[in-house]
């Protein structure tokens, strides 16, 4: 009890001793402030959507990156920047940012990366703009998603001589005037995408000779004639109004990569003639109903502009544009496949020209002739080098039977959402399959092409040609079968497939049928339903005829054993024994006499 009074009196004369400096601390207003809730490391400080109102004085020196994105900041003071003369990164996207104090970004000489993107800065951008022209070694600027116009666009790069990358996606831009871009020689990559502009006027882009990317996607352009941006890589018109393309004509060669005009209303395939480089097409979505000068649809076109006429150079345009490796036509309107246009580009490996309206697949000339399937044209000249090929969403009935040995290389195609039949041949010597009482042939080409993986899907098939799955077994991996008309007992084929390693991926959901006498049934192919399959009329007569002899026998046999003392001779000369009122014949007597008594038959 002492013990425990000794250390009590002890604790109170600590609190009354440190009670001085806790009242003098609070007297003097003296609070720690309360540290950020920020992930800092010496040179890297990110403050991401931490609820800041202002910007952060209290980081040390040395700050290279920034990040105060998804916060509440409203503006730039010159007071903000004195510790942070070092920084080289700073992203300040989605604030509420609209002003710019104009000496605020002169105290940060080394910043090369400035992102303003999702914030206000429309509201004060004639001020904004003067501190703007301070920034003495920026390299990139975002400025997208701030309500600008084109007038005060301009005003944010007037003088920035050493910008490469310029993002004003996402604005209110409606037009491009001459010498915009003046002020930005250097620059190489400029996004425009999702603005409104609807005109480009000539002159915009020249200063831009470093430009290598330009991204004008989702606007509303409805023509590019006279194009002469031969030092882009890639260009991307995709979502806007497009009716006309056509290239600037001139000796010098385009370093174009990568095209998108998806998304638009071409009515031709457009015209590159200078465009060797080009690797990367994409035309989807567009009314593109042919590939050939000669259309068999003449009254499907209208020649809105004077330029239009010079479309019909389809096959200069074609035949310069070797290095093509992806090319996708989906989304059109086209009515053929034409085997040699596609040719021409002798590096086409990836070929997609699903949802179209393709009925039949031609050995169509680049001179508009189509030829027929009995006419002798060059196989040499109409080889694909396609690896991959979408034909999905046609109308497409049947494939002609050299359809597969003009495509030595296809490793995958995608055939679904069709109405295939099983394909024709006129050629004697390929393999048949029979089905519902029919012999349908099957294209030669198809069972040595090395498929990897194969969509048939929502087609008319019943079964497959055994000496085609033969073939694919080597190389095929995958395949897609569900949606097409099945018989339950014709399922051979998927005997042999699961015989080998390829992969049925939705065989879960494949159906297929049988029919009895009243209607037709349909069951998943993994329920095992073969047993469900009637017989044929002529086997079941037989098989009651054979069962009924079957047993006249046996019961013939059992008569033979139950009569003892027969031999087996006997009872092959047996014969039923009746009673009756017989005329006396001595003669008869006398045989009986003699007979010996082993052979009388007792009733």
């Known amino acids: 009890m002492l013990f425990f009074e000794h250390r009590l009196t002890e604790r109170g ?95 940060l000489p080394h910043l090369h990366s400035l992102l303003l993107g999702s914030n206000h800065l429309d509201r004060n951008y004639l001020t904004n703009g003067k501190a703007f022209r301070l920034l003495r070694n920026i390299e990139v600027l975002d400025l997208s998603a701030n309500n600008l116009e084109s007038h005060m666009a301009g005003w944010y790069f007037s003088n920035l001589t050493t910008l490469k990358k310029l993002d004003l996606s996402g604005n209110k831009m409606t037009r491009l005037p001459a010498g915009i871009f003046w002020s930005t020689p250097q620059l190489s990559e400029l996004n425009l995408s999702n603005n409104y502009i609807m005109e480009i006027e000539e002159g915009a882009f020249e200063a831009l000779r470093d430009l290598k990317v330009l991204n004008l996607a989702l606007n509303s352009l409805h023509c590019i004639a006279g194009f002469a941006l031969t030092q882009l890589r890639v260009l991307n018109l995709s979502h806007n109004a497009l009716e006309l393309f056509v290239s600037e004509e001139g000796e010098e060669h385009y370093l174009l990569q990568v095209l998108d005009l998806s ?47 010079r479309l019909n150079k389809s096959l200069n345009a074609v035949a310069s544009l070797t290095h093509v490796a992806d090319l996708d036509l989906s989304n059109n309107q086209l009515h053929q496949f034409p085997f040699t246009f596609f040719h021409s580009l002798s590096a086409l490996h990836n070929l997609n020209v699903a ?200 019961s013939y046999g059992a008569c033979c054993l139950l009569k003892k003392g027969q031999k087996l001779p006997g009872c092959l000369g047996f014969r039923s024994n009746r009673v009756d009122v017989m005329p006396y014949r001595p003669e008869r007597e006398k045989t009986a006499e003699a007979r010996p008594a082993d052979s009388i038959t007792k009733v």
């Not at 003296?30 to 109102?53: A, D, F, M, Y």
């Not at 920047?81 to 996207?93: A, H, K, R, T, V």
């Not at 015209?271 to 590939?291: D, M, R, V």
Request: charged share 15%; hydrophobic share 40%.
């Open 263 to 309: 998304h638009n209303r071409l009515l031709y395939f457009p015209e590159l003639p200078k465009a060797h480089y080009l690797t990367h097409l994409n035309l989807s979505n567009n009314a593109i109903t042919s590939l050939v000068p000669s259309s068999h649809h003449p009254a499907e076109f209208v020649l809105q502009y004077d330029e239009m006429a």
């Open 13 to 107: 004369c600590l609190l009354l001793w440190l009670l001085p400096s806790i009242l003098k601390a609070q007297s003097s207003g003296e609070v720690r402030p309360k540290p950020l809730p920020c992930q800092q490391s010496p040179t890297k400080v990110s403050c991401k959507g931490v609820g800041l109102r202002k910007f952060p004085k209290e980081l040390g020196q040395g700050v290279k990156y920034l990040e105060l994105s998804n916060n509440f900041i409203q503006n730039l003071s010159d007071s903000c920047m004195p510790w942070f003369g070092q920084l080289e990164y700073l992203d300040i996207c989605f604030n509420q940012l609209e002003a710019v104090s104009e000496m605020t970004l002169a105290q």
């Open 355 to 554: 949802m179209n309206c393709l009925q039949k697949v031609t050995k169509e000339s680049l001179t508009g002739d189509t030829e027929s399937d009995d006419s002798l044209v060059s196989q040499e000249h109409a080889l694909l080098s396609v690896r991959s090929l979408d034909l999905h969403g046609n109308f497409i009935h049947l494939l002609p039977h050299w359809f597969f040995d003009f495509l030595p290389h296809l490793e995958t195609i995608n055939l679904g959402s069709n109405s295939l039949q099983p394909c024709e041949s006129q050629e004697t010597n390929k393999g048949e399959v029979s089905g519902g009482g029919s012999r349908m042939p099957a294209p030669g080409g198809l069972f040595c092409s090395p498929l990897e993986s194969l969509d048939i899907r929502s087609n008319n098939l019943m079964t497959f040609e055994k000496l085609a799955l033969a073939g694919w077994s080597h190389s095929l991996k995958h395949m897609s079968v569900a949606g097409n008309p099945f018989n339950c007992c014709a399922l051979a084929w998927l005997d042999m497939l699961q015989a080998t390693s390829v992969s049925v991926l939705d065989l879960n959901e494949t159906l297929c049928s049988y029919q009895d006498k009243t209607k037709n049934f349909s069951v998943k192919i993994t329920s095992s339903p073969r047993w469900l399959c009637p017989h044929p009329e002529g086997n079941s007569s037989l098989a009651v005829l054979v069962v009924v002899i079957s047993l006249l026998f046996l």
